[in-house]
């Protein structure tokens, strides 16, 4: 079984920095893709950030130039670094891979448990 844990969320002032992790653990073959996505009260869940297995990249645009994703495949653990953060990314983060956890080739979508990440003075 594959599980996905997160941790780094917390109240940040607006101008601050806060750093996410979510490391994948359990059977686990490969990792695709993993990527970070949002969701506030009243919203649909967003995507953030993601990153490939080769380490491209892509982010939504309300974040570029603010935050930067990154991947330690010998940790099967990927990181969310937010810089500038302002209320308005006040959210609850959620951490995505896809993960081949028996040989098969077939990636599954597995979800973190959430972090909560508030911005206010």
């Known amino acids: 079984q594959v599980q996905l844990v997160e941790s780094g969320g917390g109240l940040v002032q607006p101008g601050g920095s806060l750093r996410l992790s979510c490391a994948a653990s359990g059977s686990i073959f490969s990792i695709l893709a993993m990527g970070w996505y949002r969701q506030a009260p009243g919203n649909e869940r967003e995507l953030v950030a993601l990153?490939?297995?080769?380490?491209?990249?892509n982010y939504a645009d309300s974040v570029k130039g603010r935050f930067t994703i990154s991947r330690d495949n010998a940790k099967n653990t990927v990181y969310l670094q937010m810089n500038s953060l302002r209320p308005e990314d006040t959210a609850v983060y959620y951490c995505?891979?896809?993960?081949?956890?028996?040989?098969?080739?077939?990636?599954?979508?597995?979800w973190g448990q959430g972090t909560q990440v508030t911005v206010s003075s």
């Open positions: 995505n891979a896809r993960i081949d956890g028996s040989g098969s080739y077939y990636y599954a979508p597995y």
């Open positions: 990153v490939t297995s080769a380490f491209r990249t």
